[in-house]
């Protein structure tokens, strides 16, 4: 499978830009949303728990976006059909799950934290639902990918 060169050098940008600016989230708008909720409610420690899903998501959205580099390596190496790439989409299929994990526990806090201030949350986790959506999305794209690649590497004889 021949694939242009030009193509996967573009999404490989792309997932480069991405990481940038998660990384910029995780060093410069996350802490900086604490201080300034600190210095506001310096009593108050109840952003934490929601820094700690978002930290969780980013970290875990860092490792699949270096998969997904990993994954544009193989394919340009015209190793599309190999176990490598069959981990990589694993790892990027775990942390689908993952992040889902995060976004889950973020909105379950909120909602618990909601009943007890009497704040209205029904903003954030519509967000949080609808990013559930979207990582469901991926990770049944995964899912799609992977079939094939196990079905074509099951179907060749094992060397030992």
């Known amino acids: 499978m021949k694939v242009k060169r030009g193509s996967t050098v573009f999404l490989k940008a792309i997932i480069f830009l991405v990481g940038i600016a998660v990384l ?20 108050d420690y109840s ?5 700690l899903c978002a930290y969780g998501v980013c970290i875990t959205f860092s490792v699949a976006l270096y ?7 193989f394919i340009e190496k015209n190793n599309t059909f190999s176990e490598l790439s ?6 990027i299929k775990k942390c689908t799950f993952t992040v889902i994990f995060f976004i889950l526990l973020a909105i379950v806090y909120l909602r618990v934290r909601a009943q007890f201030t009497g704040d209205d949350a029904a903003g954030p986790i519509s967000l949080g639902l609808m990013g559930i959506l979207a990582t469901s999305i991926i990770a049944a794209i995964v899912d799609v990918l992977q079939k094939p ?11 030992h």
């Open 67 to 73: 998969q997904i580099f990993k994954l544009l390596t």
């Open 149 to 159: 690649i196990k079905n074509i590497l099951d179907s060749q004889p094992k060397n």
């Open 86 to 91: 069959l981990q990589s989409l694993k790892i």
């Open 47 to 51: 952003l934490y728990p929601l820094l």
């Open 24 to 43: 910029a989230v995780c060093i410069y708008f996350l802490p900086e949303a604490a201080r300034k909720d600190a210095i506001e409610r310096p009593d």
